[in-house]
Each structure stands twice: as structure tokens, then as C-alpha cells.
């Protein structure tokens, strides 16, 4: 098939379209004006399900990621550097908290009462660190760490605004009949019964661009959870257009029944449909187009942010993070093979494998951070909180699992390092990761019982291609110590293979 290759960008257009309507400003914290003008503004970008090979400037070669690709040639670009899990809310609970999944409290995709497990009262948290040293802080886009009303719910974890989906699940449909707008329900008129005239995204970025010129005199903290890529495979025809132009005709996705294979088919485009906009995946007869589609329109929302703080005259003290949630996924018509998503490595979404949980992280701040730098520093989503609180003079509670990696931003002072990294998951039969230098060790199948853990040279072999267990056994030994050793037992989370008073898997 013909690569796929952009017409020219809409993202101008677009930029024009956005008008602002709705001030979200608050009061700061009582520090002086003077002290926290020193402070940088901080937005953290989030896509969701982003390959590490889905951006141009990593190597993708069938759409390109042109405002991406300028963060990064304006910043510093992290080649080692991990999500929180291999899945949504693990991740993001690891991100908010400093801790990773052997610690904090939510470590799968748990659905509950409309939204997800919430994360607990009293938790530390991202926003409430940075609320505290006086930032105004605000949640544009995908939650799912906690229903509304929860201990969880973002209003109740420090953030002043909330605008989007709380719950994931929904989250997994661009045309939704309602968002949450803060602690209401806002009724998406042009998406009722089977209209789609109203594209969340897009909706959600009106909402970021309008917190920004609110509180382009403060200082504040926007965390921007986009849904791009995740499945359903939806964009505006506008954006579908410059791909569908540019490709031949592809495999049509059809969504099967959730019934059953004996059950005729009924697709989730029937708005009568049980999961119909409440996270079914639409039918998309151009799955391919559709996804470099949805890539596009997220670089050209990065791209309308960056414009925007230029036009304020902040940009060079915000400090801009971007990064995925996990690796690539597998649903409605994705197709991750056909755009080499997960780049070198092995493996997908829901994978402790590379694949699954090695993403790609810019940091840009043009006024600290030297301009086309990188770095091969080893870190991860635990390690975010530590390094925005130095960086905003905030403090926090220690004895998280996080390192700030603030002095290799700054080039200056001693960088600490982990002595190793540690994952946990709960579907697919449990499993573990460790990367421990240039080791990486995983077991499968913990549920059953299994002990044997998979051992790969990642300096030798980044495809983890080649099992190495056999001949180190003392890095495979150390790498089950920290495994069996990494885990707060949680009545929530259990491995159901308990560990025995010799400390070894039954």
C-alpha cells in the first residue's frame, strides 16, 4: 500500500476557529506575585496508546508529526524513558502518584459506578503538590481514576477545573452524548441518538486554549490527557480527507457483537446498540486513514498550544512535557504492524514487553532546557512528580518511588538513578517486569504459578529477541528478589499465586 502522506495542515485554520468563551482563573495560594512569576508554568501532554514509533521525528514515515517533531528540536528528547503501565489507569495512577505499580493504589482498568477504581483520600498527588506551592491547576481530556462524586473524582485531587471524560470507558468514543464540565453533566446536543456533530477533541482543546489565556498572568498547571489514538477510529472528515486522497482502498473494521459469534451481527453504529457511544468502537471503513487522521489533528493541537503561549508571551517559561500512556493498541481496526508503531521494540498495549510500556518523552522549556538535547537517562512515569515539584519549588511527601531528573534537564548538579525499575499487571494471567541497567527480566503467567522469568540484554538486543536466563542465572536471581520484593500485597490487587514463607511462588 501507498504511504500515507498529508495534504497541507488544517492546524491554522483550526487555530482560527477556536474562540474563547469561559474563564476558568483562581487565586493563588498567598505567595507573592514576584515569587511565583519565577515559576514555570507547566503542561503535561498525554496521548493515549501512542507508539514510540508514531511520531515522525522516531520514525514515522506514513504521516508526519511536524509540531511534535519542533517540541522536540526545542527541547530535550528522554530515549529511555517508561510509562507507568502497560494500560491506562495504572499508568495514569502511577503518574499522579509518584509510585509505581507494586505501590500505588490503582493497577488495572477497573470500571465501577460510571467511571473507574478511584484513587484514595489523602493521596499525594501531582495537582495537589503543585496546588499547594500556589498553581492554578486544571484537567482537559481522559480521567479514569475515579468516578464522579469519588474520593478519586480529579476535583477532589487537586485540580481547580476539570473539563472531558471521567470515565475511560466512555472515553473510547469521539462523539459522545456528554462530557463532565467540573462537578455537571454537559449534553453534547449534536451528538444525540446517531448524530456525530460534536468531536470531543476538539471541544476538550477549546476548553485548554480558554485555561491558558485565563491564567496567562498566574501560573498554572495543565495537564492535557488526550484521547488520540485510542480506539474507536474516528476523525473529522476534514482530517480523513487528506489521507483517504493518499491511500488505496483498505479492510474495513466492522465491530462484532459483544453477544457472541452465534448472535446475528449488530454493530455499535445501531444506536440502539447497548454500548452505542458508552464504549462500543464504530465501525470505521477506512481504519488506516482514520489513525493517521487522529495523529494528525493531536500534533496540530500541540501545535495550537505552543501558538498560543507564544502569542501570550509565556512560552519560554512553560515548561512542556509530552509523552504516552502505553504502547500501541490492538482494537477497533488499529493496525500498529502497518505503521510500525512500537518502532524497534517488541510487543503491545497490555505487554510488559518494550512494546508495551517504552514510550517517547519530550521535555521542552526553552528558557532551562538546552534546544535539541538528549538523553539516555533511564526513567519513568513515577519519576514525573519529583522532577515538576523541584521544578515549581513545590514540596512533597518523600518516600515515593520517583526520582527527579531535574539536574539532567538543567545540565547541572547530580542526577540520581534508579537501581532498578519495577511493573506489575493484572490481566492476561499476571504479569512482572524488572529493568535493572541493561537487563530487563519479565514473568508470565503468574496466576498459574509460573517462576520462570524471560531475561534480555536490552544495550545487545532492544527487540528482546533472544532469552539470555539460561546464562546468567545470578542476574535472574536478583531480578526475582526485586520482583517478589516490589510489591505492596493490596487486597485489591492480589497475585493469586501467594508467595510462601521461603519467599518464592507457590
Not at 491506562?88 to 460510571?114: E, F, I
Not at 502497518?338 to 517517547?360: A, T
Not at 530487563?440 to 509460573?450: E, P, Q, S, V, Y
Amino acid at each position: 500500500m501507498e504511504n500515507l502522506k498529508p495534504l497541507p495542515s488544517y492546524g491554522a485554520r483550526l487555530l482560527l476557529c477556536i474562540i474563547g468563551s469561559l474563564a476558568f482563573s483562581c487565586g493563588t495560594s498567598g505567595e507573592d506575585d514576584e515569587q511565583l512569576a519565577s515559576k514555570p508554568n507547566i503542561i503535561y501532554i498525554l496521548a493515549d496508546d501512542l507508539g514510540y514509533g508514531d511520531l515522525s521525528f522516531l520514525g514515522q514515515e506514513r504521516f508526519q508529526t511536524p509540531h511534535i517533531d519542533g517540541l522536540a528540536a526545542r527541547g530535550m528528547v528522554f530515549t529511555q524513558h517508561y510509562a507507568g503501565s502497560t494500560v491506562c489507569a495504572p499508568s495514569r495512577s502511577a503518574l499522579m502518584t509518584g509510585l509505581h505499580t507494586g505501590h500505588t493504589p490503582v493497577r488495572g482498568n477497573r470500571g465501577m459506578n460510571g467511571g473507574q477504581y478511584p484513587l484514595p483520600q489523602g493521596m499525594q498527588t501531582l495537582p495537589k503538590v503543585l496546588k499547594g506551592a500556589g498553581y492554578v491547576t486544571g484537567a482537559f481530556g481522559k480521567w479514569g481514576l475515579g468516578y464522579p462524586g469519588s474520593a478519586g473524582d480529579p476535583l477532589a485531587q487537586g485540580f481547580d477545573v476539570f473539563f472531558g471524560y471521567n470515565s475511560q470507558t466512555i472515553a473510547h468514543n469521539y462523539y459522545p452524548r456528554e462530557l463532565n464540565d467540573n462537578d455537571a453533566i454537559l449534553t453534547l446536543e449534536g451528538n444525540q441518538g446517531a448524530e456525530e456533530g460534536q468531536y470531543a477533541p476538539e471541544l476538550i482543546q477549546e476548553r485548554r486554549l480558554q485555561f491558558i489565556e485565563a491564567n496567562k498572568d498566574t501560573t498554572f498547571f495543565l495537564y492535557m490527557p488526550s484521547i488520540i489514538p485510542h480506539a474507536e477510529l474516528f476523525a473529522p472528515q476534514a482530517y480523513l480527507e487528506k489521507f483517504l486522497k493518499r491511500t488505496n482502498p483498505e479492510p474495513p473494521y466492522r465491530f462484532e457483537s459483544l453477544l457472541g459469534p452465534e448472535t446475528p451481527y449488530e454493530g455499535v453504529d445501531d444506536p440502539n446498540h447497548p454500548r452505542y457511544k458508552v464504549g462500543g468502537y464504530g465501525s470505521q471503513p477506512y481504519p488506516h486513514a482514520a489513525f493517521a487522521a487522529m495523529v494528525t489533528l493531536l500534533d496540530d493541537q500541540v501545535g495550537q498550544i505552543v501558538a498560543r503561549l507564544d502569542s501570550l508571551g509565556i512560552l519560554d517559561n512553560t515548561l512542556i512535557v509530552f509523552s504516552s500512556d502505553n504502547g500501541p493498541h490492538l482494537e477497533g481496526g488499529a493496525d500498529p504492524d502497518f505503521f510500525n508503531s512500537n518502532g524497534p521494540f517488541r510487543g503491545y498495549k497490555r505487554d510488559l514487553h518494550e512494546g508495551g510500556i517504552h514510550v517517547p518523552m519530550i521535555v521542552s522549556w526553552p528558557a532551562k532546557v538546552k534546544a535539541g538535547s538528549q538523553t539516555d537517562h533511564i526513567s519513568a512515569f513515577w519519576d514525573i512528580l519529583p522532577t515538576l515539584a523541584e521544578a515549581a519549588g513545590a514540596g512533597y511527601e518523600q518516600g515515593i518511588d520517583g526520582i527527579s531528573f531535574l539536574p539532567t534537564l538543567l545540565g547541572e548538579g547530580e542526577q540520581g538513578t534508579h537501581s532498578y525499575l519495577y511493573w506489575e499487571f493484572h490481566e492476561q494471567g499476571g504479569k512482572q517486569a524488572v529493568r535493572m541497567g541493561k537487563w530487563k527480566g519479565i514473568r508470565l503467567d503468574i496466576f498459574a504459578g509460573n517462576r520462570k522469568i524471560l531475561l534480555y540484554d536490552l544495550a545487545e538486543d532492544p527487540g528482546e529477541t533472544r532469552d539470555l536466563s539460561g546464562e546468567h542465572p545470578d542476574i535472574v536471581a536478583e531480578i526475582d528478589r526485586i520482583m517478589r520484593e516490589s510489591r505492596m500485597e493490596d487486597v485489591d490487587w492480589p497475585f493469586r499465586s501467594k508467595i510462601d514463607t521461603e519467599n518464592k511462588y507457590q
